[in-house]
């Protein structure tokens, strides 16, 4: 049966972990997230659906733990904060090479080094562009609720399964801390090892003698060969992007001004074109739900028609370069944020979009 | 001899009912790529050997190290993961926790599993995670050409030590596995060879030991092997038998340390 709960974004993950039949949760205690191991660990999952939960000794050990875990075809996800983030880089980026699924919920804050605990945006070219060595994507989900927090944990894990990709919930301090009311599904039931055998043939379950040895790897030393796996790769995110752009539109039927953001600042955004309505400043706004795939196509076909547009982020602008990208030239694209662990208010975001498009009336 | 009574011995000793040795259906038809004299070989071949004759080929996951061993997995038939350097204890540790029926191996060298994955060596031990560690501590870096190890000896040369290694410059070489016995999640803590007959069957004796461990859900079960790289010590392989049981075996004494 769904529920109805009031809880932090961070404890919506883990209920929803739990909930969509996860396998297996490794992390490493760090704010502004260490309430999803928490929950977990309060929770005790292993007593009632068997889901393994375990404190790492280290970011690159949950991500490797990840590996391992994906490899064998569990459901398997850890989740951090920026600086952790950038440890498991290097685990990314092998399991991206080995085509492992997994999900990894970042609750981003502000860098860069150990820098604030306090809720930012800058995290976005590590996550969109890659991140680790090597040509990869992660496919990144950008929740603006803790309902998304909640929301996305299922529907990470299955477009992970879907494409054998790594797949990213990019939230920030703010939706991992606040605390709003939440529609959690009904409890599903893990997959059973049989069941994994027959969905994963790929995976590492054990070599049955009707079978060929299973071997997860990234490593391939003939350089054709690698770059026809590399093509493989490429041709995968071809089709992510091809079918796996969502996002939402807000007020842009008659804007002659497009916001473009995500997460916190979504929500903040909205709030902003309120005032600039109120003003006779026609405004809408663009929320990506996936920042990768981007909904470049998107952003691009309602540009025709606008006078500017503004990337809001908490970052001293990263996703305003894949606006700009999007429009190609079309129209003048600006970028507004606060950073470093500020938060802008909507008043600041509706006087940026009037100082830097609207001519500062 | 003459020609025909040679061609009558060489049919006989094909006759199946005069078979003595063949290799383990477990191990690969492929051609190793190890350098002549080097030790992974005989040390995959008793792992297939223990695999087949316990007959766990369909329950045992390998994860291999970065390092010679890196292509292991075309080897010996069982089911595989190739983890990134030094992590290979953080990948065992999940497969054993999510499919805790199955026996997990690591099989790492010494730079993977002492010196870039010493976090996880030690914290998979003392968790006790129900798999099974094999070391295999030649001394030095033999797939990046013979740099220091963290178990390079005191005044042993290599690429990144060309003089020698000197503790003030370098730091000490690592006992590892005498650590590793200290942690009450491990069960058995051994260290081996395979330089003779009689220390190969010794190492095959630990590794079935080893499997056992598991089965009994018993912890962290570690296999020092300490190994010859005969590329990387510049030697021929007769020699590098010699240099190591003069050289590595006062400082790297073979033996069990812990059994229970």
């Known amino acids: ?361 | 001899m003459e020609e025909n009574s040679m061609a009558e011995v060489f049919n006989d000793i094909k006759k199946p009912e005069n078979l003595v040795y063949s290799k383990s259906k477990v191990l690969t038809d492929n051609v190793m790529h190890y350098c002549p004299g080097c030790s992974h070989g005989v040390v995959h071949r008793i792992l297939a050997e223990v695999i087949e004759e316990l007959g766990v080929q369909d329950k045992t996951i390998g994860v291999a190290p970065v390092g010679c061993s890196v292509l292991m997995y075309n080897y010996i038939d069982i089911d595989w993961q190739e983890a990134a350097h030094g992590r290979a204890p953080a990948v065992g540790t999940a497969i054993n926790r999510l499919w805790p029926e199955k026996i997990v191996f690591t099989y790492q060298g010494d730079g993977d599993l002492a010196a870039i994955g010493t976090a996880e060596t030690i914290h998979a031990c003392n968790r006790g995670e129900n798999m099974i560690m094999l070391f295999i501590n030649n001394g030095i870096y033999g797939m990046t050409g013979g740099q220091m190890a963290p178990t390079t000896l005191k005044g042993m040369k290599s690429s990144t030590c060309p003089f020698g290694r000197e503790p003030a410059q370098d730091g000490n070489p690592l006992k590892i596995t005498e650590l590793l016995a200290q942690l009450p999640g491990t069960s058995l803590v051994t260290r081996q060879a395979v330089h003779t007959p009689a220390a190969v069957r010794k190492t095959k004796k630990a590794l079935l030991k080893a499997f056992e461990n598991q089965k009994q859900k018993k912890g962290t079960s570690v296999i020092e092997v300490v190994s010859t790289c005969n590329s990387g010590w510049k030697m021929t392989p007769v020699e590098s038998n010699k240099w190591m049981a003069e050289n590595m075996f006062p400082f790297y004494p073979l033996g069990d340390f812990k059994d229970e």
């Not at chain 1, 994963?200 to 054709?224: C, F, M, Q, Y």
Request: net charge negative.
């Open chain 1, 1 to 361: 049966m769904s529920e109805l709960r009031l809880m932090k974004g961070n404890e919506a993950i883990a209920e929803a972990a739990i909930r969509c039949g996860a396998d297996g949760y490794f992390g490493y205690p760090i704010t502004p997230q260490s309430e999803v191991m928490e929950t977990l660990m309060t929770l005790r999952p292993w007593e009632t659906t068997g889901m393994v939960v375990l404190q790492a000794e280290s970011e690159v050990a949950s991500i490797n733990m990840l590996y391992g875990g994906a490899g064998s075809g569990k459901r398997v996800m850890t989740s951090s904060s920026s600086p952790g983030i950038s440890l498991m880089q290097e685990g990314l980026s092998y399991m991206a090479g080995a085509e492992l699924p997994c999900l990894v919920a970042n609750v981003v804050r502000g860098g860069p080094g150990l820098g604030t605990i306090q809720p930012s945006q800058s995290d976005y070219f590590q996550s969109v562009k890659g991140g680790g060595h090597g040509d990869y994507k992660l496919i990144v989900l950008a929740p603006a609720s803790v309902q998304e927090m909640a929301d996305f944990v299922e529907l990470g894990f299955d477009l992970a399964f879907k494409y054998r990709n790594p797949a990213m919930i990019l939230s920030d301090g703010m939706i991992g801390q606040m605390m709003e009311k939440v529609e959690l599904s009904p409890q599903k039931e893990r997959w059973t090892n049989e069941e994994i055998e027959k969905m994963h043939p790929w995976a590492t379950t054990g070599k049955r003698p009707d079978r060929e040895r299973n071997i997860i790897t990234s490593v391939e030393l003939d350089s054709e060969a690698h770059e026809t796996f590399n093509n493989k790769l490429q041709a995968k995110y071809r089709e992510i992007e091809e079918n796996e752009v969502r996002y939402e539109l807000t007020d842009v039927e008659d804007a002659d001004y497009l916001i473009v953001a995500y997460g916190s600042s979504a929500r903040i955004s909205a709030a902003a074109i309120e005032i600039l309505r109120e003003k006779g400043i026609k405004a809408g706004l663009l929320r990506p739900i996936t920042l990768y795939p981007f909904p470049s196509k998107k952003i691009k076909e309602l540009s025709g028609g606008l006078k500017g547009v503004l990337s809001v982020e908490m970052s001293s602008g990263q996703m305003v370069e894949d606006v700009r990208l999007a429009v190609e030239g079309k129209v003048k694209v600006e970028h507004f944020g606060r950073y470093g662990g500020v938060v802008h208010s909507p008043e600041e975001v509706a006087n940026a979009l009037e100082q830097k498009l609207n001519g500062g009336k």
